[in-house]
C-alpha cells in the first residue's frame, strides 16, 4: 500500500532562516510520482513540484530545493532565507500514475515570524 | 493547463439536507476526482469519476452518501447526502490533464 508521512505537524521558524520539511514515503511500485503542494490560509492547493521515481536530480527554484533520495525514500523540501508570504499547510504527495489518485501526506503548517 | 471551477465556493447546510457540488474544467479530460478535507486535516480521495461509466470509491466512501455524475467530459457533480456535522469539510475536484493534476479551489461546507 501506498504512504506518505509527514513527520513535523508544525514548524515555526524566523523570517529568513532556512526551513526543511520532510517526506517519508511508501510504496511497491517502481514507477510513481512524488508531489508538494502548498496549502495558504485561502485554501487554494498550489502545485509546486513533481518528480518521477527515475529522477533523483535535486530541484532549485528559486528559493525552494527538492532532495529526492531513493534509498531512504524521502523527498524533502527545503525553503531557503523563509519569508512570511511562505507560510501554509505544505502537502507531500504520491501518486502511482502521473496525476490520477494522489495519496496526500498529512501536512506540515509552517509559520514564519517576521 | 486546466482551469477548474467549482461550485458553491462555501456553504453552511442545515443536517439532514443535501447538498450538491459541480464542477466544471475548461478542457475535456477523462478523469475528474473529488476529495475531502476534514478540518485540519490532509486531503482524501472520495472517489475517481470517468465519464459513460459509475464512479470508484474509495474505502470508507459509499456512492448513498456521495453519489457522483459526470455526464460529459468537462462536468461532475458531488452530492453530499443526509449530511450531518461531521462532513463539514472542504471538497475539492480535481482532473488529470495532459499528465497533471489540477485542482479546483474547494467547496467549503459547513452542517448545522
Known amino acids: 500500500a501506498q504512504k506518505v508521512t509527514q513527520a513535523q505537524t508544525e514548524i515555526s521558524v524566523v523570517e529568513k532562516e532556512d526551513v526543511t520539511l520532510d517526506c517519508v514515503y511508501e510504496?511497491?511500485?517502481?514507477?510513481?510520482?512524488l508531489f508538494w503542494y502548498k496549502q495558504p490560509p485561502s485554501g487554494e492547493l498550489v502545485f509546486l513540484i513533481r518528480?518521477?521515481?527515475?529522477?533523483?536530480q535535486n530541484e532549485i527554484s528559486g528559493r525552494y530545493s527538492w532532495n529526492f533520495q531513493k534509498s531512504t525514500s524521502s523527498f524533502n523540501f527545503t525553503i531557503t532565507a523563509s519569508q512570511v508570504v511562505d507560510s501554509a499547510v505544505y502537502f507531500c504527495?504520491?501518486?502511482?500514475?502521473?496525476?490520477?489518485?494522489?495519496?496526500f501526506g498529512s501536512g506540515t503548517r509552517l509559520s514564519i515570524r517576521p | 493547463s486546466a482551469v477548474i471551477s467549482q461550485k458553491p465556493s462555501r456553504d453552511i447546510c442545515q443536517r439532514g439536507t443535501s447538498l450538491t457540488i459541480q464542477c466544471q474544467v475548461d478542457?475535456?479530460?477523462?478523469?475528474m476526482f473529488w476529495y475531502r478535507q476534514q478540518p485540519g486535516q490532509s486531503l482524501t480521495l472520495i472517489a475517481t469519476?470517468?465519464?459513460?461509466?459509475?464512479?470508484?470509491?474509495e474505502s470508507g466512501f459509499v456512492i448513498d452518501k456521495f453519489p457522483i455524475s459526470r455526464p460529459n467530459l468537462t462536468f461532475s457533480t458531488l452530492t453530499v447526502s443526509n449530511m450531518s456535522p461531521e462532513d463539514s469539510s472542504i471538497y475539492l475536484c480535481?482532473?488529470?490533464?495532459?499528465?497533471?493534476?489540477?485542482f479546483g479551489q474547494g467547496t467549503r461546507l459547513t452542517v448545522v
Open positions: 480535481s482532473v488529470e490533464y495532459r499528465s497533471e493534476a489540477f
Open positions: 510504496t511497491r511500485d517502481t514507477t510513481y510520482y
Open positions: 518528480r518521477n521515481s527515475f529522477d533523483e
Open positions: 504527495a504520491l501518486s502511482e500514475l502521473s496525476a490520477s489518485k494522489i495519496i
Open positions: 478542457s475535456q479530460v477523462t478523469m
Open positions: 469519476a470517468n465519464q459513460g461509466s459509475e464512479a470508484t470509491y
